[in-house]
């Protein structure tokens, strides 16, 4: 199994620093790959990432949840959608996000829609190659 970064993330990088396998890679371009990936074939599933994730975008794959009620605030962030979020992350750095959209109380996303997207970017995507233009967003 794996964990997996849903489209919660905002990129707050706070789980990339605990991973003891270094197999959090932060999606580039930001247009394309909004969020951060884990690699599938290294993480150990230790869970250590999961509390350190202010959104509560991480899941183990098996428990990324089909029907994600809205507590109604919080963002999804996608390829497709035009919302904008600023904020700071972790690491005290300003971001600005293009691609979200803030949830209503009640509203109902399919995580589990975010799955492949992980898949994808080491399979046919970036993957690891995504960290040499790593500017710290
Ligand atoms: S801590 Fe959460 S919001 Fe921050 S990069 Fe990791 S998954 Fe994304
Ligand atoms: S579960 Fe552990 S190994 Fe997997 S991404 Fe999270 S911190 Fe890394």
């Not at 964990?3 to 371009?29: A, N």
């Not at 183990?60 to 963002?75: I, R």
């Not at 080491?122 to 790593?134: R, V």
Request: negative net charge; glycine residues 10%.
């Amino acid at each position: 199994m794996t964990h997996i970064i849903t489209s919660l993330c905002l990129r707050d990088r706070g789980c990339i620093e605990v991973c003891p396998v270094e197999c959090i890679i932060p999606g580039l371009p930001l247009e394309k790959h909004p969020w951060m990936y884990i690699d599938p074939d290294t993480c150990i599933d230790c869970g250590a990432c999961i509390p350190e994730c202010p959104f509560a975008a991480i899941f183990p794959e098996d428990e990324v949840p089909a029907v994600y009620t809205a507590k109604g605030g919080e963002y999804i962030s996608k390829v497709g959608l035009t919302g904008r979020f600023e904020g700071i992350n972790h690491n005290g750095t300003h971001l600005v996000l293009d691609t979200v959209k803030q949830l209503t109380a009640g509203e109902v996303v399919n995580l589990r829609d975010d799955i492949q997207p992980n898949y994808d970017f080491f399979k046919s995507g970036p993957g690891y190659g995504a960290k040499d233009q790593d500017k710290g967003i």
